[in-house]
């Protein structure tokens, strides 16, 4: 039976190398010289460092930027709150992956209220959905990247 796969996944070696290129253009960026501006990745968390909220802003900017140009969608960026210690300010963005339980929820809804004839069951942090029919499977993926979900979301494993 035909089957497809919708996770929300961001590929690290891609991320590595976005925060990477950012390090380097702050290294080279005029406005950044003799600043404590910088940019460092942890798993799935980059963290800023600078002086003042408005380099934090900047090298979101930048970061936004780079990742566009990795391919990697920048919804799944989660800014937290600014925090200012002594002289200098840090911000930390979450890269979220996988399907929580209230976004599988959600696109199971709009799976099942589009009356198509397939079956969506998740597994993990992945959503399966399978049908008797590929074009069935076709319509799904239509649907899903017609909607707006808070995270990018991306369909592989196809099998026919």
Not at 22 to 38: L, M, P, Q, W, Y
Not at 74 to 90: F, I, L, N, R
Request: aromatic share 4%; with cysteine.
């Amino acid at each position: 039976m035909p089957s497809f796969d919708v996770v929300s996944e961001v590929e690290l070696p891609e991320l590595r190398n976005a925060v990477d290129q950012v390090r380097r253009e702050i290294d080279n960026r005029f406005d950044f010289k003799g600043t404590s501006a910088a940019v460092e990745l942890s798993d799935t968390t980059v963290q800023m460092r600078g002086d003042a909220e408005f380099q934090l802003e900047q090298i979101l900017d930048i970061l936004r930027m780079k990742l566009a140009k990795r391919g990697i969608d920048t919804a799944c960026m989660d800014p937290q709150e600014v925090t200012k210690s002594g002289m200098s300010v840090k911000q930390d963005i979450l890269i979220r992956q996988g399907i929580d339980a209230e976004l599988a929820k959600r696109v199971q809804r709009l799976i099942k209220d589009s009356k198509i004839k397939v079956q969506a069951s998740l597994q993990g942090e992945q959503i399966r959905v399978t049908g008797k029919k590929r074009d069935d499977l076709q319509q799904v993926i239509a649907l899903l990247r017609g909607e707006s979900f808070d995270r990018p979301l991306q369909f592989n494993n196809f099998r026919d």
